[in-house]
Structure formats: C-alpha cells, structure tokens
C-alpha cells in the first residue's frame, strides 16, 4: 500500500461493557489486560465512565473526558459499573501492542 493510500490515525468508537471479556469482532471489552502500544493513544468517554489505569495511576473518566496515554506506557481500561460506557479511541495507523506479560500482539488486522 503506498504511503498516501495509507490512514495515519485510526478513529473508532468502542463500546466498553462490565464483565465482557475482549471480543475482537464485536470490539467489546471490560478489565482490559494490561498491555502497552508503541505510539500515544487518546480516549474520548462518549459515554458512561471508565477507569483507565497508565503505569499503575488510575483515572476515573466520565462522558466528555479525554486522557492522552503516552507512548510504552504500561495501559489497561475498565468499565467498573454495569452500565455501558463507549470511547472513541485515537491511535497513529499501524501501532504495535505488548501484553505486560512480554507477548507481543503485533498490529490488529483492523489497524493497518
């Protein structure tokens, strides 16, 4: 793919639901794993709340709050609540992720 066919970012609103586990096809999660991405992501809450924790500091996020997670930063989400909460997450087009366990996941299918 050349260069300018190529997004730089990836925009995409996650829904975000209590006791789910991930569901890449659905896009569905609730106590994140603990993992780490090599570029900078940012969160927007739409709605509901989140608790999104970056090298052990937790930040409780309503509808309206935005957080910025540096680059290598050890990073987990979670919705708390029973409620539905959904994000919309930015992310530099290709990034790579690592479990905290040192598995690398690579790039998602969806973040080419």
Known sequence: MDLQERPLFI?????ILHDDAFNEK?????????????HEE?????????????????????AGDALAVPARSLLSVANRTSAKASALVCIQAGFRATMASGEEIGTPPWAV
Do not use: K, M, R
């Not at 739409?46 to 309503?62: P, R």
């Open 11 to 15: 925009l995409q609103v996650c829904p």
């Open 42 to 62: 940012v969160f927007v809450i739409l709605e509901g709340s989140l608790t999104i924790t970056i090298d052990g500091q937790a930040f409780d996020l309503g």
């Open 26 to 38: 659905e896009n569905v999660q609730s106590n994140g794993e603990p993992h780490q991405l090599d």
